[in-house]
């Protein structure tokens, strides 16, 4: 089983429509998750930190299930600048500032007009 | 704010020579550095972990010969791609993270490598 693991889409979806993201890990030991944005030809950008609360900024909201372990990302209202590849990030420390990052190979989102 | 800068942006170079590529944290310290890789409609590609003091550790696959990294400080990681082939031509990114922090990842803006 890969480490994480995301659906690599496409999502093809229509403006205005809510779409949602997956992300499952497999070392339980994973302390820190992030979802982030890259756009086609530039650099991951940080979306969102995701806490075990779950956590919300506008339209995003992010969700973290530890006893599935999956991260989750819902996008409401869906708008064309969406589109992009979203990438689940999952951190593991491995102590004295040492940590190791693992990251899905993204999901690609195109919002149709 | 967390700014990470690469250098150079882009690098045109001809097959056999090396490129050196500079990652920086420009306003916080990062005792652990990753490299990664991109060719065109892929996904990223972790090469290599890169941690300050000590040796690289690289992912299954990526040449450490070829490859070289030294983080010499804990503002500062360098990759050289000796030797370089067309097919090294591609996307390379850096990322650190706040030591003490959270870890989230902040990404340099990568660096377009073309090999003639």
């Known amino acids: 089983r890969k480490e994480v693991e995301q659906d690599p889409g496409p999502f093809n979806v229509p403006e205005g429509a809510t779409v949602a993201f997956n992300c499952t890990y497999s070392n339980s030991a994973s302390q820190s998750f992030f979802w982030y944005r890259q756009d086609c030809r530039k650099e991951p950008k940080l979306l969102m930190s995701?806490?075990?609360s779950g956590n919300e900024d506008g339209r995003f909201t992010a969700q973290l299930n530890r006893a599935s372990q999956y991260i989750s990302l819902l996008i409401r209202d869906s708008k064309l600048s969406d589109s992009a590849t979203y990438l689940c990030v999952v951190i593991s420390y491995s102590g004295a500032g040492s940590y190791q990052l693992t990251f899905g190979k993204g999901t690609k989102l195109s919002v149709i007009p | 704010g967390a700014v990470v800068s690469q250098h150079p942006s882009w690098v045109i170079c001809k097959s056999g020579t090396s490129v050196k590529i500079e990652c920086r944290s420009l306003?916080?310290?990062?005792?652990?550095m990753f490299w990664y890789r991109q060719f065109p409609k892929q996904s990223l590609m972790l090469m290599a972990t890169?941690?300050?003091?000590?040796?690289?550790?690289?992912e299954q696959g990526v040449e450490k010969d070829k490859f070289l990294i030294n983080h010499a400080s804990l503002t500062l990681s360098t990759l050289t791609v000796t030797s370089a082939h067309p097919e090294d031509s591609s996307f390379y990114i850096c990322s650190a993270g706040k030591t003490g922090g959270s870890y989230e990842q902040y990404f340099g803006p990568g660096t377009r490598l073309t090999v003639t």
């Open positions: 306003d916080f310290q990062a005792t652990t």
């Open positions: 995701v806490y075990s």
């Open positions: 890169s941690n300050e003091g000590s040796k690289a550790t690289y």
